[in-house]
Nanobody
Framework: QVKLEESGGGLVQPGGSLRLSCVAS????????MGWYRQAPGKERELVAD??????NYADSVKGRFSISRDNAKNTVYLQMNSLKPEDTAVYYC??????????????WGQGTQVTVSS
């Protein structure tokens, strides 16, 4: 079993910054891909950013403002969010594609952390 634990969410004013962290723990052989998704009220969950093998992907709406990074030694992924806008308000979820054994790969989700951008 693998657990993803997110932290770093909160309330911030427009233009402010937050840094989200997600730590994976448990039966981990290797982690293929880690990333962040978000879901705003009444909307579908959407990709924010993810990273795998040194490559990164960003949603167009966050390019130039958000930055994803990963510490493989700590099984941790970070999301640095700058110049936050009210439309960034959502629950942010960590996702990881984890190899738990030689031929076993599964997708795991964290429970989510609330980010609210408001004055």
């Amino acid at each position: 079993q693998v657990k993803l634990e997110e932290s770093g969410g909160g309330l911030v004013q427009p233009g402010g910054s937050l840094r989200l962290s997600c730590v994976a723990s448990g039966r981990i052989f290797s982690i293929n891909r880690m990333g962040w998704y978000r879901q705003a009220p009444g909307k579908e969950r959407e990709l924010v950013a993810d990273t795998s093998g040194g490559t990164t992907n960003y949603a167009d709406s966050v390019k130039g403002r958000f930055s994803i990074s990963r510490d493989n030694a700590k099984n941790t992924v970070y999301l640095q969010m700058n110049s936050l806008k009210p439309e960034d308000t959502a629950v942010y979820y960590c996702k990881a594609v984890v190899q738990t054994a030689v031929r076993s790969m599964y997708t795991y989700w964290g429970q989510g952390t609330q980010v609210t951008v408001s004055s």
